[in-house]
């Protein structure tokens, strides 16, 4: 028993209860929800080194004995992840208090944030497969909120769309649910492993993996990614880069949960088709980068392609493929999360989202410019950068489980995403400037500090790997080793 | 009794789908509604149907029905209460900005 | 816009509205043991509430009971998750309830436990969502 656990998910939403009683007092706002957010990150480091002591860390919520009540979990994979998601929530919220307008402040801006990561937090932590629904729903209705927020023409259209997709996932993750609890008789994930291993993975189960696969794969974006440039590309800057670093991610979360904790048993199967899916997702994530002009789009595009790429290595299912995905979804969440808050940043300052309508930003934006040149390589996987060892140990993953076109294609998009990120920074900051700063639609004033905070981690995460992969080894090992986890759940 | 659960499931599913189909948003609510009726009966047909007595205190029955779908129907429900209250809440507003509630109509250009 | 005439829904109405306050009532208190709860309890309140809204307009209501609805949803709610963190201090795992039983000078032998706190906090979430779902949707017109 660790109440340590619940607090991630307590903290922003009993802080954001209490700020819509506060609803006058902007100020106020910011400050609590910055401080409890960075709470949640001292929470998540603490759980981080208590998982490199003692192991995977559990509460039983109400007491409630494990294949009964609702466990909470937390192996060293969810606690990178939520200090990952402490560190992208606290720079998108620095930098939302600078652009998101007093209109968007008073209608609950902040609450509804914290309420997006109390979502984010508990389906990270949560070892129960309904509960995780329950927490899938309080972050998505959070962001539906958050993507209409503001009510403009074209918020709204896409929040019809993506509020009706994301209520027909909902439904196939119900009747997902229904169909386990007919098959095997509970919902907690460790005593599904369990009842999965003895019973034996046979064609009903896969055909029900295959269904949560579908899911998830609608949610993180994986090949079923039609609605996610509409939708990311809608909303204000600060809430785009939020949903870029943290919503697709809950849903490979899910992903990697559940096909390596329950469903790894016909890995020719599922894992053969995570792995086309994630090919797929490469290359048609690839030619949208290569094909539009458009900022927003290319950003969006390049998510999707993140996406693909991580699924390769739970594709290859070995350790070496793993230890590359979670340190590419740590590398993803900040970089996607930091390319996000630039390009929105380069769009408020020219007024325009279209490449071919802006140039020179360098010599009024030096700093922005340089920033989004090293984010650009580190997301391309240039060697002293976050993105690099991740690359090489999907690619390395990927080889050794012989899935050479898969490793290929990853190779290959890596490629083309550098080609997509440097026409946006040729075509933004070099060239010719026409742009004086007093003909800036925006300013960068108060902004640049997330942005550095982030590309610093980026470089650090790049240059210190050393120091974390470690942490990311015991992740690794963790996934691999489902008894682990279900020792630790079963322990008490 | 399962199979007639199962025909009216499907039924529900079917109306569901129809309706979604359809280009009017409020058919579209209505629509993910029934759906998630057809889902929440699922829920409870897959729990085993009419498997002994209600699981509370002072019963004398030896067997008891399964409660743990009937909780998780009650927490669909609350959730899908929400979020049709909220799809209503935005396609209202949608029908208001917009000025229509047809989809086809809605799909404008990219540049607003 | 003229007058509805609607002299029988309002009699009924107030006759009506109190016996399903004390039925909610009722339902809220059989919880635990029998079917019943907060949840419920909390519904059938909104209920009432919907009616006297239907049958005098919503500002004569609000004359009347001046509670912000959003506020009472968010207290219930922050009372039903203060119950939980109640468990932090006596080193019990989150959300753990207990009871005991105690002699009151009506009631008799009676059992008070601290999962009713908790039902408190749902029911008050369940009626101000419900209401303030209901007057936002009829507000706009």
């Not at chain 1, 140039?359 to 976050?386: C, D, E, N, Q, V």
Request: hydrophobic letters at 55%; proline letters at 3%; a negative charge.
């Amino acid at each position: 028993m660790n109440n340590l656990l619940i607090l991630p998910v307590v903290i922003p939403l009993v802080m954001g209860l209490l700020m819509v009683l506060f609803r006058k007092n902007i100020t106020l706002q910011k400050i609590v929800s910055a401080a409890s957010i960075t709470a949640t990150g001292a929470v998540a480091v603490l759980l981080m080194i208590q998982n490199d002591q003692d192991g995977i860390q559990t509460l039983q919520i109400g007491g409630w004995q494990a294949p009964f009540g609702i466990t909470y979990a937390a192996d060293m994979f969810s606690s990178l992840l939520l200090t990952t998601t402490s560190i992208v929530a606290l720079s998108c919220l620095l930098f939302a208090f600078k652009t998101i307008g007093e209109e968007r402040e008073s209608y609950y801006f902040y609450p509804v944030f914290l309420f997006l990561i109390t979502g984010v937090n508990g389906s990270f932590l949560t070892g129960d497969l309904f509960h995780l629904f329950v927490c899938f729903e309080v972050m998505l209705i959070s962001s539906y909120v958050l993507l209409s927020l503001g009510g403009t023409r074209k918020q709204l259209r896409e929040s019809v769309k993506y509020v009706l997709i994301n209520l027909i996932s909902s439904f196939l993750f119900l009747v997902g649910v229904a169909y386990i609890y007919a098959v095997v008789g509970t919902l907690n994930l460790a005593d599904l492993s369990v009842k999965v291993a003895e019973a034996g993975q046979g064609g009903m189960l896969t055909a029900i993996s295959l269904v949560f696969l579908i899911v998830f794969s609608l949610k993180a974006g994986l090949l079923l990614f039609f609605w996610l440039p509409g939708s990311y590309s809608a909303p204000p800057t600060a809430i785009a880069a939020v949903f870029a670093g943290l919503l697709t991610k809950v849903g490979m979360y899910a992903i990697f949960r559940l096909f390596t904790l329950v469903f790894y048993h016909e890995p020719q199967i599922t894992h053969l088709l995570i792995g086309v899916l994630g090919a797929v997702t490469m290359v048609l994530g690839a030619i949208g980068a290569v094909a539009y002009g458009d900022i927003k789009k290319i950003l969006t595009y390049n998510v999707i392609i993140g996406v693909g790429f991580i699924m390769a290595g739970l594709a290859s299912m070995s350790i070496a493929g793993m230890t590359g995905s979670v340190f590419y979804l740590i590398h993803d969440m900040i970089i996607k999360a930091l390319i996000f808050l630039i390009g929105g940043t380069i769009i408020s300052l020219t007024g325009t989202s279209k490449l071919e309508d802006m140039s020179g930003l360098i010599r009024t934006h030096p700093y922005l410019g340089w920033m989004f040149f090293t984010a650009a390589l580190a997301l391309a996987g240039i060697p002293p950068l976050s993105g690099f060892l991740g690359k090489v140990f999907i690619t390395q993953g990927t080889f050794e489980a012989e899935y050479y076109w898969l490793g290929g294609i990853g190779l290959l998009t890596s490629l083309l995403v550098l080609y997509s990120i440097m026409k946006i920074f040729m075509n933004a900051f070099w060239g010719e400037t026409y742009l004086s700063e007093e003909m800036e639609k925006g300013s960068t004033k108060g902004i640049m500090v997330p942005i550095a905070l982030l590309t610093g981690l980026a470089v650090l995460l790049g240059v210190g790997a050393e120091g974390i992969s470690s942490y990311v080894n015991l992740a690794a090992e963790g996934l691999m080793n489902p008894e682990l986890y279900i020792k630790a759940v079963f322990g008490e | 009794m399962e199979t007639l659960m199962s025909i009216l499931i499907g039924l529900f599913f079917a109306i569901g789908t129809y309706l979604i189909l359809t280009k009017t948003l409020l058919r579209i609510i209505l629509g993910t509604s029934i759906i998630s009726h057809g889902v929440h009966l699922l829920i409870l047909t897959m729990g085993g149907v009419k498997a002994g007595g209600p699981p509370l205190l002072g019963f004398e029955e030896i067997t008891f029905t399964d409660p743990i779908p009937q909780a998780l129907i009650l927490t669909a429900i609350v959730i899908n209460f929400a979020t049709t209250a909220l799809f209503l809440v935005l396609s209202y507003r949608a029908y208001k900005v917009i000025g229509t509630d047809n989809t086809e109509k809605m799909r404008g250009n990219e540049d607003e | 816009m003229k007058e509805p005439n609607d002299v029988i829904l309002r009699s009924v109405t107030k006759v009506a509205v109190v016996i399903i306050f004390t039925f909610s009532i009722n339902l809220f208190f059989s919880g635990h043991h029998l079917p019943g709860g907060g949840f419920i309890g909390g519904l059938g309140f909104a209920a009432a509430l919907t009616l006297l809204f239907l049958s005098y307009d919503i500002e004569t209501v609000r004359e009347n009971i001046s509670l912000d609805f959003k506020k009472v949803a968010v207290v219930g709610v922050l009372i039903a998750v203060g119950t939980g963190l109640g468990s932090f201090l006596f080193d019990a795992p989150f959300l753990s309830h207990t009871f005991d039983y105690f002699d009151l000078p009506i009631f008799g032998k009676t059992e008070l436990a601290t999962a009713v706190l908790f039902d408190v906090g749902v029911a008050m979430a369940v009626i101000g969502t419900a209401v303030t779902v209901i007057m936002t949707i009829s507000e706009d017109r």
